[in-house]
C-alpha cells in the first residue's frame, strides 16, 4: 500500500514536470524568435545607420562646399560697389527724351544729369553692383523696377553680409541749375517793355549738387526792363524775344532759392558778360568784405512760357527790410544816379542826383529833407578846412568801414558803374552814419573793354577827398592787405564757378551764339569759354598786383 502510494505520487510530480518543461521549451523558442527579431532589427537600424551617416557626410561635404564658395565669394565682395547707375528713357517715359548714364565719382558721389527739363524727378533707375543687395534711403530696390523720387539727393547703399558702401546720388536736370519757369498769365509773349505781366513762376533745383532740391511757386507780376530785345533765331525766320532783364514783383514776401523773403527780385541776362562772372564775383567780394549785406544772386536757367532762354541771374532787389537792408522803418536806402522812380536831390560834389530808393514811407516830405540835410552837411563836413578832424571832420557822418570796403570791392573790379554815375548805393539810418552799400551791378566790371591797370572809383569826388585824408588811406592800405591775402581764394572761385556752368554755357550757346553758331557745337563753345575765364583770371591777377604796388607807395 505504501509502495503503490509512492509511486502514485512521484508518476503525479513527473507530469508536472513535464508540463513545466513544455513552458520552458515553448519560451525558449519565444526568446530566441525575439531574438532573432532582435538581431534582424539591429542589422536593419545598423543599415539604416550607415546609410544615414553617409547621408549625413554627403550633405557635410555639401554644406562645407556652400560655406566655402560663400567665403570666396564675400571675400571677392568685402568692398561693396556700385558699378553703375542708369537711367533708360523707355523706363521713364513721361521724363526723359533721352537715357541718361550717371558719372561715379569715386567711392561716395554719383552725379546724373538729365539732357532734358523736367518738372518730376520721379524716375526708374537701373544699376550694377558688386555686393549682395541696394537699398535708397534704407529700403529695397530692384533695377529697372522701383521708382524713387530723386527731388532731392538720396543715399544708395551697396550691403554685403560684412559691409555698407553709401552713395549721394544726385540728380540735376538739364545744365544741372535751378530753373525758374515764368509764365504770363495768357501764355502770350512779352511784347512790351517797362509794363508789367501778370503771370506764375516757379522755381525747381539744386543752387548745387550738394544742396537740397527746392519747389517754389506763387503769382507773380514781371517786367522787361529797359529797350525790348529781339533776334532771329535759325529756326525761326521771323523775330523772336531776346534775352532781356526782367524785374519780379510778388503780391507778398517770398523767398527764393533759400534766400531771405523780400517780393522783388530780378532776372539778369549777363548779355554783356560772356563768363556770366563778374556779377557773381562781385557780389562774391562783398560776401567776404564786412559790408553789412550783398545781395544774393544765382545763376539759374530761364523757361519763359515753356521755351528756354538761357543762363540767367536770379537775385534779391534792393529793398529796406531786416533780410536786406535793414535800416529800420524810417532809414533810406539812397542811389546816387538812381534809375528808380521818387524823390531826388542833388549836392555839391556828388557827380549826379541822390534818389531814394526805398522804403516807400521815406519819400514824404519830411523824410526828403531829412536825408538831403543829412548828406549835405555830411558832404560840407568832408570838403572843409578841418575834414581830418576826427570829432569835426567827414568821421562823424560818414562810416569809414563801409566806404572802405565798399570802394575796394569795386576797385579791385574796376567797376565803371561805381563811378557815381548810376546806381551807386548808400544807405542811412536815422541817428546813425551815412554807409555805402549795398553793390550793384558789375556786369561792365573785372576787364570789360579796359586794362587791369588805373584807378576808376578813386577818382570820383568824393573819394578823391578821402584819399586826402591818412586816416582814410591808412584803413584802405590795412583793407587791402586782408583782400590781396585771399587773392587765390577768389580766382579758385571763379574756376569753381565756371565749371558749376560747364553745362549751362553749353546750352546757352546753343540758343544765343555767345561763341559760335556752329549748332550743337557744346565742346567748343566750353573751350572757348574757358579761354574768356583764363583772360579773367589774368586781367584780376594783374590788376590785384597793380593795386597792391600804389597802395603800398602810399603815405
Excluded at 553692383?129 to 530692384?142: A, R, Y
Amino acid at each position: 500500500m505504501v509502495a503503490v502510494l509512492a509511486l502514485s505520487a512521484c508518476s503525479t510530480d513527473l507530469g508536472d514536470i513535464e508540463d513545466r518543461i513544455k513552458k520552458v521549451e515553448e519560451q525558449g523558442k519565444d526568446l530566441e524568435s525575439k531574438h532573432n527579431q532582435l538581431v534582424s532589427e539591429s542589422d536593419r537600424l545598423k543599415q539604416e545607420s550607415a546609410t544615414l551617416s553617409e547621408e549625413v557626410k554627403k550633405r557635410q561635404e555639401e554644406n562645407e562646399k556652400i560655406r566655402q564658395q560663400l567665403q570666396d565669394f564675400e571675400a571677392s565682395v568685402s568692398d561693396p560697389k556700385l558699378i553703375s547707375l542708369e537711367f533708360i528713357a523707355a523706363d521713364n517715359p513721361l521724363q526723359l527724351i533721352d537715357n541718361v548714364k550717371c558719372d561715379i565719382i569715386g567711392d561716395s558721389v554719383a552725379e546724373c544729369r538729365i539732357l532734358n527739363i523736367t518738372s518730376s524727378k520721379e524716375l526708374i533707375p537701373r544699376f550694377t553692383f558688386q555686393g549682395s543687395v541696394v537699398t535708397i534711403n534704407g529700403v529695397e530696390v530692384k533695377s529697372g523696377d522701383t521708382k524713387i523720387d530723386f527731388s532731392r539727393p538720396v543715399v544708395l547703399s551697396v550691403i554685403t553680409a560684412k559691409k555698407i558702401k553709401d552713395y549721394t546720388v544726385y540728380v540735376n536736370a538739364y545744365t544741372r541749375l535751378p530753373t525758374v519757369w515764368l509764365e504770363t498769365s495768357d501764355h502770350k509773349d512779352v511784347t512790351k517793355a517797362e509794363q508789367y505781366y501778370n503771370g506764375k513762376i516757379k522755381v525747381t533745383g539744386n543752387l548745387t549738387t550738394s544742396a537740397k532740391s527746392l519747389i517754389t511757386q506763387g503769382n507773380v507780376k514781371f517786367m522787361a526792363l529797359g529797350k525790348l530785345l529781339w533776334y532771329k533765331s535759325r529756326i525761326h525766320s521771323d523775330e523772336q524775344l531776346g534775352k532781356n532783364t526782367f524785374s519780379l514783383l510778388f503780391d507778398r514776401d517770398f523767398s527764393l532759392l533759400d534766400s531771405p523773403e523780400g517780393n522783388t527780385w530780378k532776372l539778369y541776362t549777363n548779355a554783356a558778360d560772356k563768363t556770366m562772372l563778374h556779377n557773381r564775383m562781385g557780389y562774391y567780394l562783398g560776401e567776404i568784405s564786412s559790408l553789412d549785406y550783398t545781395p544774393r544772386f544765382h545763376h539759374v536757367n530761364l523757361m519763359l512760357n515753356g521755351r528756354y532762354f538761357g543762363t540767367y541771374l536770379l537775385g534779391e532787389e534792393i529793398e529796406a527790410s531786416e533780410g536786406r537792408v535793414d535800416v529800420g522803418a524810417d532809414g533810406f536806402v539812397l542811389g546816387v544816379g538812381s534809375t528808380a522812380s521818387g524823390p531826388t536831390f542833388k549836392t555839391t560834389y556828388l557827380e549826379n542826383a541822390v534818389g531814394i530808393v526805398a522804403p516807400s514811407a521815406s519819400q514824404s516830405a519830411e523824410a526828403v529833407n531829412y536825408v538831403s540835410d543829412y548828406v549835405t552837411r555830411a558832404e560840407n563836413a568832408l570838403f572843409s578846412l578841418s575834414y581830418t578832424d576826427a570829432e569835426q571832420g567827414w568821421q562823424q557822418y560818414l562810416d569809414i568801414d563801409s566806404f572802405v570796403d565798399w570802394y575796394l570791392v569795386n576797385e579791385i573790379a574796376k567797376n565803371e558803374n561805381a563811378t557815381f554815375k548810376r546806381d551807386c548805393m548808400m544807405n542811412l539810418k536815422r541817428g546813425g552814419k551815412l554807409k555805402m552799400g549795398p553793390l550793384w551791378d558789375f556786369e561792365s566790371a573785372f576787364g570789360t573793354g579796359s586794362g587791369s591797370t588805373g584807378f576808376v572809383v578813386k577818382n570820383v569826388l568824393w573819394y578823391a577827398r578821402l584819399f586826402q585824408d591818412p586816416a582814410f588811406v591808412s584803413r584802405v592800405k590795412q583793407r587791402y592787405n586782408y583782400y590781396y591775402s585771399h587773392k587765390y581764394d577768389i580766382i579758385n572761385e571763379i574756376n569753381t564757378t565756371a565749371q558749376y556752368l560747364k553745362y549751362a554755357i553749353q546750352e546757352d550757346n546753343n540758343k544765343w551764339e555767345t561763341f559760335t553758331d556752329t549748332p550743337n557745337s557744346g565742346e567748343e563753345a566750353w573751350s572757348l569759354y574757358q579761354k574768356s575765364v583764363y583772360d579773367m583770371e589774368v586781367w584780376l591777377s594783374d590788376r590785384m598786383d597793380w593795386l597792391k604796388g600804389q597802395f603800398d607807395a602810399m603815405a
